[in-house]
């Protein structure tokens, strides 16, 4: 079930993860992070210009796609994160001709066509699946979209063990962004409220702030969600059950050898 976050009113939201939330979508994009974008270029490059983005999001990794001339089909089950997407390309003057953007749950959406060059699950979005018939089924139904020889990339956080260790109560990811054109700073926390390793599960609060310049709290939003968290050989099994095989398996985005203190688990893995 895909709880949407829309007509909550108050400061608690009650979803399966952020981003189902108007308000808390509409904060995604103030941490800015492009690291990964380099890496996705260029596979498109040299795989080919048809991409499928999966939990495509606000578009942060679309919107530059596009404007590289790929033709991308990106899908999102939060209406609130594609409406930014659309919006950015507008705004942007991007001709919206090389995207499409389809509302779907990414365990079985259906699209027309199934050739794509390149599929990408961007910042650890196969995390938002707690369940690993869920996953499986993800993974089948991006094999299903890609040509033979077609690449999926996807990115895991790397479970280290004083991310998985963490106390309960314990505060991480403390951000604070101050965003003048729209007048407000915001404060973003996250805590552990519970880890539960026989699930591999971790049920995290972001209590988010929005902030004006007299430094009062205007707004305060918290969410709790379950993530879900995979190891190495456990996402080798998976994408080879659903049909890849392992290309490549990186601690970084410039395709660093992964490591015992990689920050990412990054793979690239061939459809068959
Ligand atoms: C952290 S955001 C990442 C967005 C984008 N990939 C990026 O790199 O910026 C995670 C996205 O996953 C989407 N998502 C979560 N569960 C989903 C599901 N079951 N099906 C489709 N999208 C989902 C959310 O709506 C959200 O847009």
Redesign the pocket.
């Known amino acids: 079930m895909?709880r949407d976050g829309l007509i909550q009113n108050g400061a608690l939201v009650q979803a399966?993860?952020?981003?189902?939330d108007a308000q808390l979508?509409s904060l995604?994009?103030v941490f800015a992070?492009d690291g990964?974008l380099p890496l996705y270029l260029e596979l498109a490059r040299t795989q080919g210009r048809r991409v499928l983005?999966?939990?495509?999001?606000?578009?942060?990794?679309?919107v530059p796609l596009v404007r590289a001339g790929c033709d991308v089909v990106g899908?999102?089950?939060?209406p609130?994160?594609?409406a930014l997407a659309r919006a950015k390309l507008e705004t942007q003057s991007i001709a919206s001709g090389g995207a499409q953007f389809v509302r779907?749950?990414?365990?079985d959406?259906r699209l027309e066509r199934a050739d794509f060059d390149l599929a990408?699950?961007?910042?650890?979005?196969l995390a938002?699946?707690t369940e690993r018939d869920?996953q499986l089924r993800?993974l089948r139904t991006i094999a299903a979209h890609l040509r033979r020889g077609g690449v999926l990339a996807i990115?895991f956080l790397h479970p280290r063990p004083e991310w998985v260790g963490a106390a309960t109560g314990s505060m991480q990811h403390d951000l604070l962004q101050r965003v003048p054109e729209r007048g407000f700073t915001l404060s973003r926390v996250e805590s552990v409220v519970s880890t539960d390793l026989a699930r591999q599960v971790r049920v995290i609060r972001s209590a988010y702030e929005v902030i004006d310049d007299r430094g009062a709290v205007v707004t305060k939003r918290f969410v709790e969600w379950p993530y879900r968290w995979t190891y190495r050989f456990e996402a080798e099994h998976l994408l080879e059950r659903a049909g890849f095989a392992i290309q490549g398996v990186y601690g970084g985005y410039q395709r660093e050898p992964f490591t015992s203190s990689s920050p990412a688990m990054v793979f690239l893995a061939t459809r068959l």
Not at 16 to 20: A, G, H, I, K, V
Not at 54 to 59: H, I
């Open positions: 895909f399966e993860q952020p981003w189902s979508a995604y994009d992070f990964d983005e999966v939990a495509c999001g606000s578009g942060r990794v679309l899908i999102d089950v939060s609130h994160m594609l779907a749950d990414m365990r959406f990408i699950s961007a910042v650890k979005s938002y699946l869920d993800c990115d």
